[in-house]
Nanobody
Framework: VQLQASGGGLVQAGGSLRLSCAAS??????MGWFRQAPGKERVFVAA????????YYADSVKGRFTISRDNAKNTMYLQMNSLKSEDTAAYYC???????????????????WGQGTQVTVSS
């Protein structure tokens, strides 16, 4: 079972990036994105249900980020617009073989994690 995150990079404030998370080896139900800045804990960014019909966002990214998934390609995406310097972090994709229900923001409900992709926003 593997999750491979990609798409990070260096972008100016106000710019956009699209992260991808390719899953292999298993069919996942809930999936999500978390981020971790240096010296800080890993925090929830966004989550999506198996069908894609339910999406959830941290208040800090609501209206700027969009999570989506293509189950035919076993891939999840995070479109990030209007990026700010405070969005700088390593972004991790996570997946669960079970529905996370209301616990989507908790790291311990996900049983697979990607390696992280760095996003750096310059001001």
């Amino acid at each position: 079972v593997q999750l491979q995150a990609s798409g990070g990079g260096l972008v100016q404030a106000g710019g956009s990036l699209r992260l991808s998370c390719a899953a292999s080896g298993r069919t996942f139900r809930s999936m999500g994105w978390f981020r971790q800045a240096p010296g800080k804990e890993r925090v929830f960014v966004a989550a999506i249900s198996r069908s894609g019909g339910d999406t959830y966002y941290a208040d800090s990214v609501k209206g700027r980020f969009t999570i989506s998934r293509d189950n035919a390609k076993n891939t999840m995406y995070l479109q990030m617009n209007s990026l700010k310097s405070e969005d700088t972090a390593a972004y991790y994709c996570a997946a669960s073989t079970r529905d996370t229900y209301i616990y989507y923001a908790q790291t311990n409900v996900y049983n697979s994690w990607g390696q992280g992709t760095q996003v750096t926003v310059s001001s």
